[in-house]
């Protein structure tokens, strides 16, 4: 029964991926954009009922924010891509995995926060100018990091390989008069504890830092708006809820690139599963580093 579900949830990325590359999301895009320019316009509404002081007004401001970072992150984004390749790429456990989506969610919102208040706040800048560098200077800095991400699951995976293959022909070298076993006192390539070990607190960070060095203009433009009227506070709460909105989509991405790993693994065991790991890495890390050279060369 198990491996039916995770198989069914590699049937499922399959089919999404297909979508995705025959062009049939587009009318999802569309009617996401329609969605999204009618949760921009019930935003405003919310600011000016928080602007004039009426009942309630905290609050369907902050659910209109926390909707409105939902249809952000369902439409394109780095963020998604980010967290659901590396999910596929390592073996890590979901929980942990969910955590870092959550987390650069709500990180993506502080830098927001910060990048606002210092720069409107403090150095006075105009709206145009704050976005400009967001776009400008944060966002290559972004692409850049997640490129670096592919490449270091490129080099993590290619060594794996070289590791399982060197094991094999050390292996080879030693069928005749040799008696393998669990203590014949040499590696037969690397354990499935030594490919599926989760990495630390580089990679989370590496994660976390390259979706959140890109904040959401969204939030920037509500930060800049509530500042301006004196709602300052409520704004920052907003973004912060805007930033729950999106970390709710992210979080399913994980999960679902749990699921899709697990389907795409779940007839394999032992040896097998030991060495297909790498494999996976090396792919998906490529992957991700084109994907984010070709987004560093647009926003240069």
Same mark, same amino acid.
């Given at each position: 029964? !198990?491996?039916?579900?995770?198989?069914?949830?590699?049937?499922?990325?399959?089919?999404?991926? %297909?979508?995705?590359?025959?062009? /049939?999301?587009?009318?999802?895009?569309?009617?996401?954009?329609?969605? *999204?320019?009618?949760?921009?316009?019930?935003?405003?509404?919310?600011?000016?009922?928080?602007?004039?002081?009426?009942?309630?007004?905290? =609050?369907?401001?902050?659910?209109?924010?926390?909707?409105?970072?939902?249809?952000? #992150?369902?439409?394109?984004?780095?963020?998604?891509?980010?967290?659901?390749?590396?999910?596929?790429?390592? !073996?890590?456990?979901?929980?942990?995995?969910?955590?870092?989506?959550?987390?650069?969610?709500?990180?993506?919102?502080?830098?927001?926060?910060?990048?606002?208040?210092?720069?409107?706040?403090?150095?006075?800048?105009?709206?145009?100018?704050?976005?400009? *560098? #967001?776009?400008?200077?944060?966002?290559?800095?972004? &692409?850049?990091?997640? =490129?670096?991400?592919? %490449?270091?699951?490129?080099?993590?995976?290619? !060594?794996?390989?070289?590791?399982?293959?060197?094991?094999?022909?050390?292996?080879?070298? &030693?069928? &005749?008069?040799?008696?393998?076993?669990?203590?014949?006192?040499?590696? &037969?390539?690397?354990?499935?504890?030594?490919?599926?070990?989760? *990495?630390?607190?580089?990679?989370?960070?590496?994660?976390?830092?390259?979706? #959140?060095?890109?904040?959401?203009?969204?939030?920037?433009?509500?930060?800049?708006?509530?500042?301006?009227?004196?709602?300052?506070?409520?704004?920052?709460?907003?973004?912060?809820?805007?930033?729950? /909105? *999106?970390? =709710?989509?992210?979080?399913?991405?994980?999960?679902?690139?749990?699921?899709?790993?697990?389907?795409?693994?779940?007839?394999?065991?032992?040896?097998?599963?030991?060495?297909?790991?790498?494999?996976?890495?090396?792919?998906?890390?490529?992957?991700?580093?084109?994907?984010?050279?070709?987004?560093?060369?647009?926003?240069?």
């Amino acid at each position: 029964m !198990r491996r039916a579900v995770m198989g069914l949830g590699l049937v499922v990325a399959l089919g999404l991926g %297909a979508l995705w590359l025959t062009g /049939g999301f587009d009318v999802l895009q569309g009617w996401m954009e329609r969605m *999204t320019r009618a949760a921009q316009d019930r935003l405003a509404a919310a600011v000016r009922a928080l602007r004039s002081g009426e009942p309630g007004a905290l =609050a369907g401001f902050l659910a209109v924010s926390f909707v409105y970072g939902v249809l952000h #992150a369902v439409g394109p984004g780095h963020g998604k891509f980010l967290v659901g390749g590396y999910g596929v790429a390592r !073996r890590v456990p979901v929980v942990p995995l969910a955590g870092i989506a959550l987390v650069a969610s709500l990180a993506q919102a502080a830098v927001a926060v910060v990048l606002v208040y210092a720069a409107v706040a403090v150095l006075g800048w105009t709206r145009e100018a704050v976005v400009g *560098t #967001a776009e400008e200077v944060m966002a290559p800095v972004s &692409h850049a990091l997640i =490129a670096g991400l592919g %490449a270091w699951l490129v080099w993590r995976g290619w !060594r794996g390989v070289r590791r399982e293959r060197h094991g094999h022909d050390h292996d080879h070298g &030693h069928e &005749h008069g040799h008696v393998h076993g669990p203590d014949c006192g040499h590696a &037969h390539g690397p354990t499935l504890d030594e490919v599926s070990r989760l *990495t630390g607190w580089r990679d989370a960070v590496a994660l976390v830092a390259g979706v #959140a060095m890109r904040p959401c203009s969204g939030a920037l433009f509500l930060l800049i708006l509530t500042w301006q009227i004196g709602v300052g506070a409520a704004g920052i709460a907003g973004a912060f809820a805007m930033g729950l /909105g *999106t970390a =709710a989509v992210t979080v399913t991405v994980a999960l679902m690139a749990v699921w899709a790993r697990e389907g795409a693994l779940a007839n394999l065991s032992g040896g097998r599963l030991a060495r297909a790991l790498p494999l996976v890495e090396l792919s998906v890390g490529a992957l991700i580093l084109l994907v984010a050279l070709g987004l560093l060369r647009q926003s240069l």
